[in-house]
């Protein structure tokens, strides 16, 4: 991959993760609060229900960023958009539509027919 398309990609994830990160530091208040105390045991319920949902998306984001941060690390390596598994370029779609994967579209999904086969 040339050099312009490795900082385009650099670019992009760190745009991306600039964004995250702004994001996770602007909720981090709504997890921070004083829980309220509801007199209703269902709207107490309800809240829990709400706070157990927002952290588990806090948590999705939190693996992003670290897999953003990984990537960034591989094109400073010179291994980035390669794949892990078998060493061939990852192709440029793919990398443009996810650009955190480390596995090409064939070994991608070569694993999730395997993961499939072990649940059947």
Do not use: W
Request: proline share 1%.
């Amino acid at each position: 991959m040339t050099k312009k398309k490795l900082e385009q990609f650099r670019g992009i994830l760190s745009e991306r993760l600039h964004e995250l990160v702004k994001q996770a530091r602007e909720s981090l208040g709504d997890l921070t609060e004083v829980k309220e105390s509801y007199a209703d045991m269902t709207d107490q319920a309800s809240a829990e229900v709400d706070r157990n949902f927002l952290l588990r998306i806090k948590d999705r984001e939190r693996k992003l960023i670290l897999k953003m941060k990984e990537a960034i690390v591989r094109i400073d390596e010179g291994t980035f958009g390669v794949c892990e598994i078998c060493g061939e370029e990852i192709d440029e779609e793919r990398l443009k539509a996810r650009p955190v994967t480390t596995q090409c579209i064939e070994c991608k999904t070569e694993m999730e027919d395997q993961e499939r086969r072990m649940e059947a």
